[in-house]
């Protein structure tokens, strides 16, 4: 657990005990902060009773497999969103079919003067998020101090949820470049599609309700003479703006991977029916000497039988016709 509180921008304590919370959250001109790392369901009830959190949020809080949401109660607001990341170290006992992508769920519970953010786990990183927050004094103060410190977590996960698009993106650009290689190979280009294709699956779910989140967050801000800030407003019209550009983005990767599924498929059948060709140019090359040799080989008379003049006779109707279905068929590009 960790819990910081600033007044007028600057931290004046942290790491007090969660039983001070509610004292400092009645401090008006106080900014409070708590962290709560994969708390028990009774650690989250008492401190609900002392902060008049909603039993629903702290359902939410605890559940699994929760989708990213912002929901408004009263005294209070809940969020809850997923950081995301590839993990290079897993990547190495995965299978090739098994998913990279890595997921933590973060939650707050924004008062109107402090936030409460639990994790799931410890995978995500709260300390880059207070270095944001202290990068600007100014915004940690009381009334809209909370929802700057609400601005400056969810900023975080969004631009992580960036760099793992830019990766599955630059993933699929490899993939494309691998298509036409003469050396490609169908089997692993299909394993690492499909890989892909359970990713961006991944991360679709909680990337593109990010938008309703923001702009949930957006609106109460807009219904609250309270919390007004024209810093705050620019801030968080980026960072719908941000969300956005994240959706859309995601949306074209999948557009991409099936534009790659479906070009892995038409260049399979395009290799079989070069096969094909091949295969059938041959067989048409074998046969003229085969039907030669058999008709030579015939246990009846004819000119040149038994002699040199008929050798050579059938040799050259065996090099010339052969020859000229392998001009032909090299001219259409069967061969």
Known sequence: MRT???????????????????EKVRDENALVWVDLCDPDHECLTELANELSLDPNAIEDAVARGERPKATRYAGHAFVTAYAT??????A???GVLDSRLRLSRVSAFVLSNGII???????FDMSQVVERWEEDPALLTSGSGA???LHGLLDAIVDGQFETIETIDDA??????????????????QQRTYRLRKELVQLRRVVLPMREVVGAV????????????PVLD?????????VTRAAEWTESLRDMVVTVFETNLSLQDARLNTVMKKLTGWAAIIAVPTAVTGWFGQNVLFPGVGQVSGTIASTVVIVTSASLLFVLFRRRDWL
């Open 218 to 229: 957006i609106r109460g801000r807009a219904e609250s003479e309270r919390e007004r800030s």
């Open 117 to 123: 953010t639990v994790r799931r786990d410890d995978r």
């Open 85 to 90: 990341w590839f993990d290079a170290e897993d």
């Open 147 to 149: 929802l700057a410190l």
């Open 4 to 22: 910081r509180v600033w007044r007028d921008g600057e931290c004046v304590g942290k790491d007090f005990p969660l039983a001070d919370v509610s």
């Open 234 to 242: 620019s801030l968080y019209t980026d960072l719908y703006d941000h």
């Open 92 to 94: 190495v006992t995965l």
């Open 172 to 189: 699929i650009e490899a993939l494309e470049e691998g298509l036409f290689h003469e050396s490609a190979r169908t089997r692993e280009i």
